[in-house]
């Protein structure tokens, strides 16, 4: 770790827990370093950040955990006690990574929490949600789509299948369960439903329907990552990132975790993601006026998005669907790339506006 006098944010990263597995992608992405090797793309590293890493926890504005959290075990706590109470005596923020697909369960006393999956009914003050690390698509340029006077596309790509009778059955049990403890207590549990389910309703939905251009490649296994995508990696990107190219609206249920690495991918190349929302909590909703280039709808009302995105688009002039995408690539680009991120929210702390950053999240 490099020190500076620079008025930077400055961030103090202790010494990795014995056994603890890779660093967080932060710190990976800041020294360069090549992140997943089975992922189907490998990012161009055009990332700037400006904060710096200190080696004196004095120095620096927050400190930062260098793993993620899959688990808090006492080994966890063992580690991370000595360098909470360090920071709580000299008044610095602690946060720390957390990783999986159930990471909106996890938290670790004394820390803020960074994790990608949120539900808003569990969303504390102690969370801080924060993008994927995903590639930006529109690096190199967008096209903004004119609005046409006829239907509107509405695009997928990815998994939205069973890969074999056992994964139909243990969804369809699961569902079941659900449903039933729900009626029992009478919540509403549906949102913990596996994103398959609602892939699957949404789909069906968009090809159903004629009031929409439905633009659809179902795939029987995860695509994104090589150990489970079931064609060639190469073709599997590249229909992809044409099949957003070609959308006017890209749909983006959740996937196991409550979030859609999609949906980022969309706005980086100023498309209209078109959110089933299951209570998602989405990064910095204080801060991003997420109405203004998103279409939100609940996930109660999945079998009628079709409806809802051809009434939404046949309402927008040519030039409100313009700026839309206009400023989905906007809010991407100076929030929701992975280093612009990680710029603004350690400028807020060491601002002292550490508070304003976990805003409540958006109703629909």
Known sequence: MSDTNSNRPRVFVPTPRPGGGPDAFLLRSYRNEPIEPNALFVPAFGFQYHF?????????????????????TPEVIAYTKPFLEVAQRLGKPALCFVAGDLSHR???????????????????????????????????????????????????????????????????????????RGTLTGQDLSVFKKGIHFRRLAVRAVQSSPRVEARIVVRSSFSGHRGTISLSPEVARKEYIQNLCESDFALAPKGDANYSVRFFEALSLARVPLLIDTECSLPLEGTIDYRSFILRVPHRDVDRVAEIAADFYAALSPEEFASMQRRAREAFERYLRYDSFFNFIFAEIAAGRMSSLAGPAQEV
Do not use: H
């Open 52 to 72: 710096d890493l200190v080696s004196r926890i004095e120095d620096a504005n927050l400190l930062l955990l260098p793993q993620p959290i899959t688990k808090v």
């Open 106 to 180: 996890l938290y670790l006393e004394g820390f803020t929490m960074l994790k990608g999956t949120q539900y808003r009914r569990f969303l504390s003050e102690r969370d801080l949600i924060a993008p994927p690390f995903c590639e930006d698509l529109g690096a190199c340029g967008i096209e903004v789509r004119e609005k046409r006077g006829g239907k509107p596309v509405v695009g997928f790509c990815g998994w939205a299948d069973f890969p074999s009778l056992r994964t139909r059955l243990a969804a369809f049990t699961r569902a079941l369960w659900l449903d039933l």
